[in-house]
């Protein structure tokens, strides 16, 4: 297919590849913790395409640690520039189970002398359902090391309480679908019990996709940690965080 000969070369330096930046806000709603970095390609002929599209042909055609290498360079050069707590990135669930990506990445850090710390990993559930030794072994190494992990679109998989349990997550975003419902008695008590059982097991939780002040108040009257949501900011591009002086923070 076309698609995958143009993807590999865009992800071989081609260009039209790029990543933009969506600050995360503490329970406020008005100070910025960090961001998440969304991958975008402007294709020549199709436009801008979601990554909803091309990071499962990536990971289809054996483009994984093509894209998830490119988005990481990317990421800790941005990390090196800006002057930002920490910077979130996507990590497809097929990265974690190479043993070398622990390397690989903590590799690329220090050689842009950026810590551990300013990085974090959002991964969806289903990379820990499946539960491969190898997958728990690169968790463990990369969470040693420094590196904080997320469980993304947290209730939409098969959750499992037994991994945060066991202490293999650092943070829980809830997902957009259940910010929704908030304002009705059902997604109340749903994100109300996401927000309680974060508390309890003592993991940052995080609101995705808040739209509304409505939707703000009930999320800091419950006790969430941080936000994230068109109603705070859209993903921007890197210039343009970077040259934020921190008072705008
Ligand atoms: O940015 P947008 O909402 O279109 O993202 C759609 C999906 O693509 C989200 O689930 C997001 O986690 C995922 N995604 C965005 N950027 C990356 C990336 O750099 N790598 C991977 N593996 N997934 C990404
Ligand atoms: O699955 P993940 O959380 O990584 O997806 C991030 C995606 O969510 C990005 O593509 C981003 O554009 C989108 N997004 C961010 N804020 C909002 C929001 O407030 N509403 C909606 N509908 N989508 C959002
Ligand atoms: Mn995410
Ligand atoms: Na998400």
């Known amino acids: 297919r076309m698609i995958e000969s143009d993807l590999r070369a865009a992800l071989s330096g081609g260009g039209g590849m790029k990543l933009v930046y969506q600050p995360v806000f503490g329970a406020n709603g008005r100070t910025m913790l960090g961001v998440e970095a969304l991958i975008r390609w402007d294709h020549p002929l199709h436009g801008v395409l979601s990554p909803a599209h091309f990071v499962s042909i990536a990971d289809e055609r ?21 002057d930002l707590p920490w910077v979130a ?15 690989r990445t903590l590799g690329v850090l220090s050689e842009a002398g950026v810590s551990p710390r300013r990085i974090q990993m959002e991964i969806v559930e289903s990379a820990l359902i499946e539960n491969s030794s190898d997958t728990t072994t690169v968790l463990s190494a990369l969470r040693e ?10 209730g939409t998989g098969y959750s499992s309480i037994g991994y945060l349990q066991r202490r293999m997550v650092d943070k829980l975003k809830i997902d957009r679908s259940f910010v929704r419902m908030l304002g009705g008695s059902e997604g109340n008590a749903i994100v109300k019990a996401i927000i309680d059982l974060a508390a309890a097991l003592n993991v940052t939780v995080t609101a995705e996709g808040v739209e509304t002040e409505q939707q703000r108040d009930l999320l ?15 993903a921007l591009e890197a210039r343009d965080l ?8």
Do not use: H, K
């Open 62 to 82: 054996g483009m994984t640690n093509l894209l998830g290498d490119w988005v990481l360079g990317e990421v800790v050069d941005f990390a090196a520039r800006a």
């Open 89 to 103: 990135v996507n990590v497809s669930p097929l990265q974690l189970r190479d043993t070398a990506y622990v390397e």
């Open 145 to 154: 090391a420094g590196i904080r992990v997320a469980l993304d679109d947290f």
């Open 220 to 234: 800091l009257a419950m006790g969430c940690d941080e936000m994230q949501g068109f109603l705070l900011s859209p």
């Open 242 to 249: 970077v040259r934020l002086p921190p008072t705008a923070r």
